[in-house]
Structures are given as C-alpha cells and as structure tokens.
C-alpha cells in the first residue's frame, strides 16, 4: 500500500521501538500543540479568542510555564481572564453567556456550569485531540487495507493499557464484524504478551534488591519502572 501523508506518523511510531506507540504519537502531537501555543500564533486572532474561551489545563498550564515566551503566556492568560470575569459577573446577574471549543458551542446560564465546563476544557488537549482521533482511523484503516501492516502490530511492543482501551472499543465501531475478531486476536496477544513481559521485567528489578540475586545480571530490569509507569499511567518519564 502506498503511503500517504496521514499515515506516516503512525508508521513511523509503529517502526519504533517504544512500550505504547500511542503514546509516542501523543508525546509528539503534544510538543508540537505546545510548540504552536507558544510560538507566533499566539497573536493571531482567532488562537486568541481560542485560548481565551478554552484556557488551558493543569497539566498544559505547568509546561506552558516552563517555556521561555513568558510574555507570550501572560498575555493569553491577561485576555483568558478578562473573559472568565466577564462572562461569570454576567452569570452572577442571572445572565446566560455562549461557551464552547473548537468544536461545539453550548449556551451556560448557571455559574456552576460554566465553572465545570471550564475545568474541563484546554486549548492544547483539544489540539491534539482532533488529530489524535485520526491517528486511530487511520490504524483501523491501515488494518483493513494494508496486509504488511499487521505484521507491524504483531512486532510492535503493544499498548499501553489506556490505549489498548481506545483500540479494543474503537475497532467495534469501525471494522467489520469478521475483520475486528481477527484485530481482537492480535491485539489481545500483542497487549497481554508486552504486558507480561514488562511485568516480568519489573519483578526482577525487585528481585536484584534481595541479596540473594545482588550478583546476578540485570538483565532488562534496568529500566523497567519507566517502562512500567508508560504500560500502566501512558505517559513517559526521565529514566534517568
């Protein structure tokens, strides 16, 4: 199958040697959302009015921080809170106010609404996201039209387990009956036998703090906490 434009991330991550190739397409789909927020497009208009309805998450707020356009993030969060006191002031006068994302708006008329929908949106997220989803598609769609790319599944060191989730459901939805009990077969094997195998990596790793194995090879238990914490928590850590 030729490739196109869309499905060279997802090769690429399948051609890496990494615990959860989803995760290795969200890492990089997230430095590059953080890149974006941060570089030039910050004053664009349309961005602005973005970051100003949808602000940012807890966990993009710190990394915003620690990047070096501090100007840049001040002045989003200047017009994000001018806009936060006014629709709330308006809302505490029983006035309802437009709230939405990039892709749906919704009319919030109680303060406690509007507070929620608040907590719960992210201008980088929802970037990412929308291109995320795509990234799944297309794995369905690579299943169900390129023979060489299940045995890329079969190679790979599988999931972690949130995106083991996201493919187990996503393949109901989008292969056939017959094509998603042969994708559950491999993506079964491929997810437990990973699983395993990192589980088995972790135990030895506790094992060599026991004085009886002190002198035995380590084996590949040496990073095997940051390997782990990727399986089980689907986000990456310093190894180091």
Same mark, same amino acid.
């Given at each position: 199958?030729? %490739?196109?434009?869309?499905?060279?991330?997802?090769?690429?991550?399948?051609?890496?040697?990494? %615990?959860?190739? =989803?995760?290795? #397409?969200?890492?990089?789909? %997230?430095?590059?959302?953080?890149?974006?927020? #941060?570089?030039?497009?910050?004053?664009?208009?349309?961005?602005?009015?973005?970051? +100003? @309805? &949808?602000?940012?998450?807890?966990?993009?707020?710190?990394?915003?921080?620690?990047?070096?356009?501090? =100007?840049? !993030?001040?002045?989003?969060?200047?017009?994000?809170? +001018?806009?936060?006191?006014?629709?709330?002031?308006?809302?505490?006068?029983?006035?309802?106010?437009?709230?939405?994302? !990039?892709?749906?708006?919704?009319?919030?008329?109680?303060?406690?609404?509007?507070?929620?929908?608040?907590?719960?949106?992210?201008?980088?997220?929802?970037?990412?996201? @929308?291109?995320?989803?795509?990234?799944?598609?297309?794995?369905?769609? &690579?299943? @169900?039209?390129?023979?060489?790319?299940?045995?890329? &599944?079969?190679?790979?060191?599988?999931?972690?387990?949130?995106?083991?989730?996201? &493919?187990? +459901?996503?393949?109901?939805?989008?292969?056939?009956?017959?094509?998603?009990?042969?994708?559950?077969?491999?993506?079964?094997?491929?997810?437990?036998?990973?699983?395993?195998?990192?589980?088995?990596?972790?135990?030895?790793?506790? +094992?060599?703090?026991?004085?009886?194995?002190?002198? %035995?090879?380590? @084996?590949?238990?040496?990073?095997?906490?940051?390997?782990?914490?990727?399986?089980?928590?689907?986000?990456?850590?310093?190894?180091?």
């Amino acid at each position: 199958m030729a %490739e196109q434009l869309y499905t060279i991330p997802v090769n690429d991550a399948f051609n890496s040697d990494c %615990e959860c190739v =989803l995760c290795s #397409m969200y890492d990089e789909l %997230e430095k590059n959302a953080i890149e974006y927020t #941060m570089g030039p497009s910050y004053m664009e208009d349309d961005n602005r009015a973005m970051t +100003d @309805k &949808l602000g940012f998450c807890k966990h993009h707020a710190r990394i915003l921080y620690g990047e070096k356009n501090r =100007l840049g !993030l001040a002045l989003m969060l200047k017009t994000h809170t +001018d806009k936060t006191i006014k629709d709330l002031k308006a809302l505490s006068e029983n006035k309802p106010v437009t709230q939405g994302g !990039l892709f749906k708006k919704q009319v919030i008329s109680s303060v406690g609404d509007y507070v929620r929908t608040l907590e719960n949106s992210c201008f980088i997220c929802e970037r990412i996201e @929308k291109t995320f989803d795509r990234y799944i598609d297309t794995i369905l769609h &690579l299943w @169900k039209k390129d023979p060489s790319f299940k045995d890329k &599944l079969i190679n790979s060191k599988g999931f972690c387990t949130y995106h083991y989730g996201i &493919l187990y +459901d996503a393949g109901a939805t989008k292969l056939s009956k017959e094509q998603y009990s042969d994708f559950l077969d491999v993506l079964n094997k491929v997810y437990f036998e990973n699983m395993e195998r990192v589980n088995g990596d972790i135990g030895w790793f506790i +094992d060599k703090f026991d004085y009886r194995f002190k002198d %035995e090879p380590w @084996k590949n238990s040496k990073d095997a906490l940051p390997r782990g914490i990727i399986k089980t928590n689907h986000t990456f850590v310093d190894p180091q």
